[in-house]
């Protein structure tokens, strides 16, 4: 597997189709975080905020995944995830359906509160 330098490079080398739909999972969460600055995180497109791991994002043969989620992200959310939350910090997109993009843009945002106060020191 190679080993990608930038998000650009990443998105050259997928099949067109996958590539537009990847593309507009890159200009969702840019959108819904635009101080976010693009990264590559364990070999995936990936987004940090403040220095810190907002969201990452990948094509696989059946479906597309977010990375992550959160258990608060998942109760705020509530019946809108079950049909994609699979596991601990993996929202799956059948690849056969069209993607939620007015979710994935609330997550972004959801992720974004969490990084924020993540940021915040604690106050005695």
Do not use: C
């Not at 190679?2 to 507009?24: F, H, I, N």
């Not at 990264?39 to 990452?56: E, H, K, Q, T």
């Not at 972004?108 to 993540?118: D, S």
């Amino acid at each position: 597997m190679a080993k990608y330098q930038d998000v650009d490079e990443y998105m050259a080398q997928l099949p067109d189709d996958r590539r537009a739909v990847m593309e507009q999972l890159r200009t969702t969460i840019r959108s819904a975080a635009p101080d976010a600055v693009e990264a590559i995180s364990y070999n995936m497109p990936a987004f940090r905020l403040d220095g810190r791991f907002l969201v990452s994002y990948e094509a696989f043969k059946r479906h597309y995944s977010l990375f992550p989620w959160s258990d608060g992200m998942v109760a705020e959310l509530g019946e809108e995830m079950k049909p994609y939350a699979v596991g601990k910090g993996t929202i799956r997109f059948p690849a056969d359906k069209p993607i939620p993009f007015e979710l994935v843009t609330r997550i972004v945002e959801i992720r974004n509160r969490e990084v924020a106060q993540e940021a915040r020191p604690e106050r005695p």
